[in-house]
C-alpha cells in the first residue's frame, strides 16, 4: 500500500467518522477523501507543492 492509498483511506476513515448520513455525510466523506489523497500525494512525492510555497513568499 503506498502513501497515496494510505492518505485516501485515512480521508475517507476521517470522513466516515465526522459524518453519519445524508447528502450532506457524501459530501464531507468526498470532501475528506479528496484531502486524504492530497496528503498521501504529497507525502509520497507525487505532488510537489515547494514551488507554490516559493511563489506564495516572493509575492510578499
Do not use: E, K, P
Given at each position: 500500500?503506498?502513501?497515496?492509498?494510505?492518505?485516501?483511506?485515512?480521508?475517507?476513515?476521517?470522513?466516515?467518522?465526522?459524518?453519519?448520513?445524508?447528502?450532506y455525510?457524501?459530501?464531507?466523506?468526498?470532501?475528506?477523501?479528496?484531502?486524504?489523497?492530497?496528503?498521501?500525494?504529497?507525502?509520497?512525492?507525487?505532488?510537489?507543492?515547494?514551488?507554490l510555497?516559493?511563489?506564495?513568499?516572493?509575492?510578499?
Amino acid at each position: 500500500m503506498n502513501t497515496t492509498t494510505l492518505g485516501l483511506a485515512a480521508g475517507i476513515a476521517l470522513g466516515f467518522a465526522a459524518a453519519f448520513g445524508g447528502f450532506y455525510a457524501f459530501v464531507l466523506v468526498l470532501l475528506f477523501g479528496a484531502i486524504g489523497l492530497l496528503v498521501g500525494r504529497i507525502l509520497g512525492g507525487q505532488l510537489d507543492v515547494s514551488a507554490l510555497i516559493a511563489d506564495q513568499r516572493n509575492r510578499r
